[in-house]
């Protein structure tokens, strides 16, 4: 029998070099491009997108930069996509005011199928990336219609919203949002609630560390969670934040550091993808970090699983389910 399609080699062999894939030029797709050059992750990004004047401006615009860690930058194709070390997908329907991510699920889909098709058959070795929103949702329909391996397709989950709960504990408490440690997981989006329990400060407990009452907890929660729903009605969109989150979640697996990041990941006792802390490596998610919750967190996580479940069930039809 035929062999999978994304195991089929590709026109384009792998690349020597370290290469970067960013397919949605937009303000996203651009700002990750801009930590990804400061950072120096990649000897090349390239850029893609179907407007090809947007995408050309903006790689011009980045090569401008390029000459600070000496990283190339070019506009590429799918194809370019199919062979670079690493796929960052955010292209997709911009999320509009007052609109939640479970919104966006109809309109991005298609646009995902699309990428998907154009982009097979990747290299062994190539990970992919989603950043588009609902992220978990789409994450699981992407590998689902893609049949890369699911240890191999990953996407941002809440690691921004871990990122925002330390921010927030860091400037009310005067503490070095790097050295606090606690998670935020579920589903990005509604669904997620913080791990109060398992985080630490220099080795003690978060609760008591800060000593936080629930209406503490309460309220730390709900800035980290509705924080990027004001920031959209204030500017209208929000890239700085995710840009540094992903480009840190790219190069920790391309660089194989075996760090743990809070990102959507297939979580095997759930049976779906999830916003999860996993071990990843330059093969991917190398494993899921078990972590005991409470009976409260216990039930958020359930029906953020059954939400994601649901979704990707009504969003994909047999026809779709595999190319």
Partial sequence: ????????????????????????AGSVGSTIASFLIWGGAYEEIIMVDVNKERCQGEVMDLQDAGFLTDTQVRMGDFKDASSASIVIITAGAKQRKGETRE???????RILSSIAK????VSKETLVLLVANPVDILTQIFQEISGIPRERVFGSG????????RTELAQRYNVAAT?????????????????????NVGSVPVE??????????????AAARDKAYKIINAKGST??????????????????????YQLSAWHPKYGCYLSWPAVVSKKGIQDIVPVALTVEEKAVVDKAAATIKFGVKNALNPQMSKL
């Fill in 1 to 24: 029998p035929d062999s999978p399609l994304w195991l089929r080699t590709s026109h384009r062999t792998h690349p020597s070099m370290s290469s970067a894939a960013i397919i949605g």
């Fill in 103 to 109: 919104a966006l699920l109809k309109r991005n889909v």
């Fill in 118 to 121: 154009s982009i097979l058959p």
């Fill in 158 to 165: 809440t690691f921004l919203d871990t990122m925002r709960l």
């Fill in 179 to 199: 050295h606090i440690h606690t998670y935020i997981v579920g589903m990005h989006g509604d669904l997620q609630i913080p791990l109060w329990g398992v985080g």
């Fill in 208 to 221: 008591e560390f800060f000593r936080l009452t629930e209406k503490d907890k309460k309220a730390i929660g």
């Fill in 239 to 260: 890239y700085y934040g995710i840009g540094a989150c992903v480009a840190k979640l790219s190069a920790g697996f391309t660089q194989n550091r075996h760090q743990i």
